[in-house]
């Protein structure tokens, strides 16, 4: 049995009516992976930072500017790369292998519009854009941030291809060639950082723009072998195209279904971040360095959450049953929850001790105890919504996600600015981002037992019968009959 078979084998079994064990060992399967390459891409990043770091205070922040931006950007094609992973598992999971390479050809169309507008425009009004982050005038900063969006912009195409690849993986079920891509990426920005920043053997000095240089680079060796890799792939699975099946035009509007709202979700909590930011400033530079510091450390649990989110959807496309959903949303809630809480007491109980990591002051070290204590349900909360929210991805009810973090902004905002002016202080920053997770929690439950509940009275009907504009969702759910099947195209 080839590697490709017995993947579809595993996967299959774990999400097989009354299989608990079996689901959880396959979004472990899942999710480890898309943990590794996740973490692989904060260690560079942090590694590059101290490259960097070395050329004074204007280089810092020009890359701080540059990585600010593509976390922006990263929302845009995330709609592309979503799209893609959900609709090649559902097509895998029906047995529509027919449909894969008109997925490819839509998500390749997205990215070739999306990635044109952001390179070309970017590198057009790059001047213009430095200006909005760092202000206008000829200094260092400014002048810095220039040249490196100069290599950014155009290298964003690169990182949107990257994307969309590791979106056509994941839908096949495969999210370890991602990961070792991505640790192949970030091997070869950690070794020619150097080279290309401070011109080792002989090559010129090129400064800030070559750690821009470097990125782009690694990148593109990494998109190069992930191309030839996902090539292969796709040819083992895909299948016979019928004529009847759908057109490019129909598959982009249902990339486009699933995915914008995947992106939306994403700008709306980078923008709830950034309130809080302004929120938490008003304390003064200290309360503000436990925020920043405590925030990017917490990324190493909320990360493994979003890992298993990925797990989770990938799984609930595949199987599209009511019953697949609530056995696999069930175990991703057990195992993220399980893992923020772990991760969550090691940092409550030693929070002081990682805050001296990165500071000498004690009383920002006193203080980010606190804040690692009082984040603990935080943690564990977050962990719940993020990995029910795979159910809902994996569903094509992205909107629900979108919903549930509307409803996080629409609390946690009012409620930092009012309980931080009480006796609380900062520490009703931190009340609020409890408050207002637990009540996205409540509501995603909601959903979730709306989604996966019992049967209604006559069946939700077969994805047989999908719509007019369906990719074709003829066929049965090998693991559910037709009135426990889930239509993922439809809200």
């Known amino acids: 049995m080839s590697p490709q078979s017995k993947r579809s084998a595993?996967?299959?079994?774990?999400?097989?009516?009354?299989?608990?064990?079996?689901?959880?060992r396959a979004l472990l399967g899942l999710g480890v992976p898309v943990y590794c390459e996740l973490l692989s891409g904060v260690v560079a990043g942090i590694v590059d930072t101290l490259w960097v770091a070395r050329l004074g205070e204007a280089a810092v922040g020009a890359v701080a500017v540059a990585s600010t931006l593509e976390n922006v950007l990263l929302g845009v094609i995330l709609m592309a790369g979503?799209?893609?992973?959900?609709?090649?598992?559902?097509?895998?999971?029906?047995?529509?292998?027919?449909?894969?390479?008109?997925?490819?050809?839509?998500?390749?169309?997205l990215w070739l519009a999306l990635s044109s507008v952001v390179a070309v425009g970017g590198f057009l009004l790059r001047d213009r854009v430095a200006t909005l982050f760092v202000g206008g005038g000829h200094g260092d900063l400014h002048g810095l941030a220039v040249g490196f969006l100069a290599v950014s912009f155009p290298g964003m195409a690169v990182f949107f291809a990257q994307n969309v690849v590791d979106g056509l993986f994941k839908g096949t079920g495969d999210t370890r060639t991602p990961m070792r891509t991505a640790l192949l990426a970030n091997g070869c920005v950690l070794v020619l950082d150097p080279l290309l920043i401070y011109g080792v053997g002989g090559l010129p000095r090129l400064g800030v723009q070559g750690a821009a240089l470097a990125t782009l680079a690694g990148r593109a060796v990494a998109l190069a072998v992930g191309v030839l890799l996902l090539r292969r792939a796709l040819g083992r699975v895909r299948g016979d195209q019928?004529?009847?099946?759908?057109?490019?035009?129909?598959?982009?509007?249902?990339?486009?279904?699933?995915?914008?709202?995947?992106?939306?979700?994403?700008?709306?909590?980078?923008?709830?971040?950034?309130?809080?930011?302004?929120?938490?400033?008003?304390?003064?530079?200290?309360?503000?360095?436990?925020?920043?510091?405590?925030?990017?450390?917490?990324?190493?649990?909320?990360?493994?959450?979003?890992?298993?989110?990925?797990?989770?959807?990938?799984?609930?496309?595949?199987?599209?049953?009511?019953?697949?959903?609530?056995?696999?949303?069930?175990?991703?809630?057990?195992?993220?929850?399980?893992?923020?809480?772990?991760?969550?007491?090691?940092?409550?109980?030693?929070?002081?001790?990682?805050?001296?990591?990165?500071?000498?002051?004690?009383?920002?070290?006193?203080?980010?105890?606190?804040?690692?204590?009082?984040?603990?349900?935080?943690?564990?909360?977050?962990?719940?919504?993020?990995?029910?929210?795979?159910?809902?991805?994996?569903?094509?009810?992205?909107?629900?996600?979108?919903?549930?973090?509307?409803?996080?902004?629409?609390?946690?905002?009012?409620?930092?600015?009012?309980?931080?002016?009480?006796?609380?202080?900062?520490?009703?920053?931190?009340?609020?981002?409890?408050?207002?997770?637990?009540?996205?929690?409540?509501?995603?439950?909601?959903?979730?037992?709306?989604?996966?509940?019992?049967?209604?009275p006559?069946?939700?009907?077969?994805?047989?019968?999908?719509?007019?504009?369906?990719?074709?969702?003829?066929g049965e759910r090998r693991d559910a009959g037709a009135e426990d099947a889930v239509d993922v195209h439809k809200w």
């Open 242 to 456: 019928v004529a009847d099946g759908p057109s490019t035009a129909a598959v982009v509007r249902r990339v486009l279904r699933i995915g914008l709202p995947v992106s939306g979700d994403f700008v709306l909590r980078m923008g709830m971040s950034a309130a809080l930011v302004g929120v938490v400033a008003g304390f003064g530079a200290g309360p503000l360095a436990v925020y920043g510091i405590g925030a990017k450390v917490m990324l190493l649990v909320t990360m493994s959450c979003y890992a298993f989110r990925q797990a989770t959807a990938i799984l609930t496309a595949r199987a599209g049953g009511r019953s697949a959903a609530r056995l696999l949303g069930r175990q991703s809630l057990l195992l993220a929850s399980t893992t923020a809480c772990g991760m969550g007491l090691l940092l409550a109980l030693g929070g002081r001790r990682v805050m001296r990591l990165f500071t000498a002051d004690p009383a920002v070290a006193e203080a980010g105890a606190v804040f690692f204590r009082c984040l603990l349900p935080y943690l564990v909360l977050l962990a719940g919504v993020v990995a029910l929210g795979g159910v809902f991805t994996g569903a094509g009810r992205t909107r629900a996600l979108f919903t549930v973090t509307a409803l996080g902004a629409c609390v946690q905002i009012p409620l930092a600015y009012g309980l931080s002016a009480t006796s609380l202080g900062v520490q009703g920053v931190w009340l609020a981002m409890i408050l207002a997770t637990g009540a996205q929690y409540g509501v995603t439950w909601v959903f979730f037992r709306r989604l996966t509940g019992g049967r209604a």
């Open 458 to 474: 006559g069946g939700d009907g077969d994805r047989a019968a999908g719509d007019a504009e369906g990719t074709g969702e003829a």
């Open 10 to 24: 595993r996967l299959d079994a774990a999400c097989g009516p009354g299989n608990p064990a079996a689901a959880r």
């Open 82 to 109: 979503t799209g893609a992973t959900i609709l090649v598992a559902d097509a895998l999971g029906t047995g529509r292998r027919g449909v894969v390479p008109v997925v490819v050809r839509a998500v390749a169309a």
